[in-house]
């Protein structure tokens, strides 16, 4: 039996990196170090290197793969390993691309480890840079008598795991479920608090007997108070997501954590469509089991203070690895273009990526005005297109491919919206609106008839939220 040596460097730099490393043997085996934290979730088996790796490995041809975030070019290698002796390794990574350097920093806004997590301060401490993550959020979550590994943490920043290039806080994500496994009220992710916002779970997350109370947008309130943010979990999942929206209760949305499914922006492209302004966020849930990121664009280095106001502010576009860029008549993300109704707009979209993509798209209001494709893949391209602004609405463009990552997840991409304002109102607003109208009504039939209570003023107190946001839907569809 042979060693395999390795350290893992920046080309640029020549530093030592963090990174993840598969080593397959020459009989097909994956070989780790017996104390190595293990990558968790789908796709091909890694392992966490701080920057120095051995293995014990049979003879033969041996199979080397190293990967550090989503700006990395993956290495790769084949070793001819001896019956014995030690194989030095030096493993240099290369950037394709490097983002920082035009004012975007990678974030990840949702990730928990379980119960059966043993080291969660040592992978806690590799996760941000073996991702190469400027913003990392651990978050905790009860639900029932589960020890989450992530609840050791308090609120706020996490200095012990920070660095000068990464910052690594605590959160919560505050829930509410009908049935363990079936969405109620829905999640939300509140980050930048100082206390915990009680009660973290109600109902059936906690007991057989805990009521379905409060709801969560008094958990958006608290966090608020404390000069938190809300980011809605899980795509709009949930009875008072709706609710939240047009309570103006929510700060971001978090898309296709942890996650890529099928297309499933209709509930965001609905609130869109109803005027709210809903930054695009994402992570990866139950810890980096996917490649999930959500770049906030702050203009120059990155500052925590200024990549959550970029946030806040829509300045984001989410990926697994590619980068995407939009603007509409010189205005990005977030932003808003004031025009008179007929105006032609132009829209640029342009993008960069490791994994090649085979579409790109513009969305206008939920609907697809133009799009090229590239059945055998592109790794970088632009293109320009025009939209005459009939009416108010907003603008986004997405990337999608079936080329997969390492997680074996699709590799996608998709902006914030550009906001258009005309003064007149658009037909998919009424469209949008009579959708949640009804969808608020059906969960205000389980609060009534199902939902369990202590007594009638919880009860009345969730009717009358949800009456309160369900009429801000009955004012935009025109109904009364």
Same mark, same amino acid.
């Given at each position: 039996m042979a060693k395999i040596a390795g350290r893992i460097a920046d080309k640029e730099s020549g530093e030592k990196i963090e990174a993840r490393v598969q080593v397959i043997s020459s009989g097909g085996v994956f070989l780790h170090p017996e104390d190595a934290i293990l990558k968790v979730g789908n796709?091909?088996?890694?392992?966490?290197?701080?920057?120095?790796?051995?293995?014990?490995?049979?003879?033969?041809?041996?199979?080397?793969?190293?990967? =550090?975030?989503?700006?990395?070019?993956?290495?790769? /290698?084949?070793l001819d390993v001896p019956a014995h002796g030690t194989v030095a390794v030096d493993v240099e990574m290369e950037r394709w691309s490097d983002l920082g350097d035009k004012g975007w920093h990678p974030g990840n806004t949702h990730i928990h480890y379980?119960?059966?997590?043993?080291?969660?301060?040592?992978?806690?401490?590799?996760?941000? =840079?073996?991702?190469?993550?400027?913003?990392?959020?651990?978050?905790?979550?009860?639900?029932?008598?589960?020890?989450?590994?992530?609840?050791?943490?308090?609120?706020?920043?996490?200095?012990?795991?920070?660095?000068?290039?990464?910052?690594?806080?605590?959160?919560?994500?505050?829930r509410h479920n009908q049935q363990p496994w079936e969405i109620g009220y829905g999640h939300i992710m509140l980050l930048r608090i100082k206390e915990v916002v009680q009660p973290i779970s109600r109902g059936l997350l906690v007991d057989d007997t805990d009521p379905d109370y409060p709801p969560l947008c008094y958990a958006c309130d608290d966090a608020h108070r404390q000069g938190?943010?809300?980011?809605?979990c899980h795509n709009g999942?949930?009875?008072?997501?709706?609710?939240?929206?047009?309570?103006?209760? /929510?700060?971001?949305?978090?898309?296709?954590?942890?996650?890529w499914m099928d297309?499933?922006?209709?509930?965001?492209?609905?609130? /869109?469509?109803?005027?709210?302004? /809903?930054?695009?966020?994402?992570?990866?849930?139950?810890?980096?089991?996917?490649?999930?990121?959500?770049?906030?664009?702050?203009?120059?280095?990155?500052?925590?203070?200024?990549?959550m106001q970029a946030l806040q502010g829509g300045r984001t576009f989410i990926t697994n690895g590619p980068a995407l860029f939009l603007s509409v008549d010189d205005r990005m993300p977030g932003e808003t273009v004031p025009v008179e109704p007929g105006k032609e707009l132009t829209v640029?979209?342009?993008?960069?990526?490791h994994y090649p993509i085979q579409r790109a798209e513009v969305i206008w209001n939920g609907k697809v005005i133009a799009a090229q494709q590239f059945r055998e893949g592109s790794a970088e391209g632009r293109f320009k297109t025009s939209v005459k602004a009939q009416a108010d609405g907003w603008i986004a463009a997405r990337l999608a491919s079936q080329f997969r990552d390492t997680f074996f997840q699709p590799v996608y991409a998709h902006t914030s919206p550009v906001y258009v304002v005309t003064?007149? =109102?658009?037909?998919e607003q009424r469209e949008a609106a009579a959708q949640f109208d009804t969808s608020i009504e059906q969960a205000l039939a389980w609060v009534n008839r199902q939902g369990r209570f202590q007594n009638d003023k919880q009860r009345n107190e969730v009717v009358n939220l949800f009456r309160q946001g369900q009429a801000v839907y009955k004012g935009l569809s025109g109904g009364k």
């Open positions: 796709g091909l088996p890694f392992f966490y290197s701080d920057g120095d790796f051995a293995v014990d490995a049979p003879r033969g041809i041996t199979q080397v793969l190293v990967e =550090r975030g989503t700006e990395y070019v993956p290495a790769q /290698l084949s379980n119960q059966d997590e043993k080291r969660p301060d040592e992978r806690l401490h590799l996760d941000p =840079r073996v991702e190469d993550l400027r913003f990392t959020a651990i978050s905790i979550l009860t639900r029932r008598d589960f020890l989450y590994a992530s609840n050791k943490y308090p609120p706020g920043v996490l200095t012990e795991f920070c660095s000068a290039h990464h910052h690594v806080e605590c959160g919560e994500e505050s938190g943010i809300v980011i809605w999942i949930g009875m008072e997501a709706p609710v939240a929206a047009a309570l103006g209760k /929510l700060d971001a949305f978090n898309l296709f954590d942890p996650y297309p499933e922006y209709d509930l965001w492209y609905a609130m /869109l469509n109803c005027g709210f302004k /809903l930054p695009a966020s994402t992570g990866s849930d139950w810890f980096i089991c996917s490649a999930n990121r959500v770049y906030a664009y702050t203009g120059g280095a990155f500052a925590y203070a200024d990549w640029i979209v342009s993008w960069q990526s003064g007149l =109102r658009p037909v």
